[in-house]
């Protein structure tokens, strides 16, 4: 888009870009624990959208919608780093969780129900969920998985929002693990593996979820979680 002048009309990408920020703001959100606000995403994103318009080359041979998209998604990460938005209670809680099915399943020799996983945890099924949506299950393959440990001092972002170079996303690649990913997929509970489905490869945000299975964006976000448990329990033994 170009002004009489044959310059950049600056005013009118941004415009056609917002749906980018927004639906890269609620992509996000649902690896987020409930204090961000989506809001707040969008506002960061919109500035990371005004520095890609600034640095923008397209002599460089990347589409301007691959480079805007990495300077977004690169503006709400910083922004999110700064605040170390998870704390070290719900990573621990996390954890506990992905231990709990992972016991479970070894004893039961099937996935375990959501009341299953409560009694192993000690509460109650409502709280149990509650635990499931303050947690928000976030990247199923994490740096230290593959690399033999990180401190858990360190920011959460910085280890498990790792550089292109080391991207836990790269080594979904290798076949092997890509394989166990499927059947370990294939393993969750049907409405379950539908959420995977819709989120992962249709790229639906939480709402857009809900709507379709008629449940509340809530309930979406700790069944999302429980799925991230119970597929991070069966890839460690990978």
């Not at 992962?200 to 509340?216: F, R, S």
Request: proline share 3%.
């Amino acid at each position: 888009m170009y002004t009489a002048k044959g310059q950049l009309d600056r005013e009118a990408l941004i415009r056609q870009y917002v749906p980018l920020v927004r639906k890269l703001a609620h992509h996000m959100i649902a690896k987020l624990p409930p204090n961000v606000e989506v809001d707040d995403l969008i506002q960061v994103g919109m500035i990371g959208l005004t520095e890609a318009l600034a640095r923008y080359q397209a002599s460089q041979g990347v589409q301007f919608e691959t480079f805007a998209t990495q300077r977004i998604r690169g503006a709400m990460l910083d922004e999110l780093r700064e605040g170390d938005w998870m704390s070290r209670g719900s990573r621990k809680s996390q954890k506990d969780i992905e231990q709990a099915v992972h016991r479970l399943e070894q004893k039961l020799g099937r996935s375990p129900l959501e009341s299953e996983i409560a009694a192993e945890l000690d509460l109650p099924l409502s709280e149990y969920q509650s635990l499931l949506g303050r947690v928000r299950g976030t990247q199923l393959v994490y740096l230290e998985d593959m690399t033999g440990g990180a401190d858990d001092d360190d920011s959460f972002l910085d280890r498990h929002v790792a550089d292109s170079e080391a991207d836990p996303l790269e080594l979904l690649r290798n076949q092997r693990l890509r394989q166990s990913l499927v059947g370990a997929i294939e393993g969750l509970p049907e409405r379950e593996q539908y959420i995977m489905s819709m989120y992962y490869e249709q790229d639906m945000n939480l709402k857009e979820i809900a709507a379709v299975l008629g449940i509340t964006e809530s309930r979406v976000c700790q069944l999302h979680s429980q799925s991230i448990a119970r597929l991070r329990a069966k890839m460690r033994s990978h």
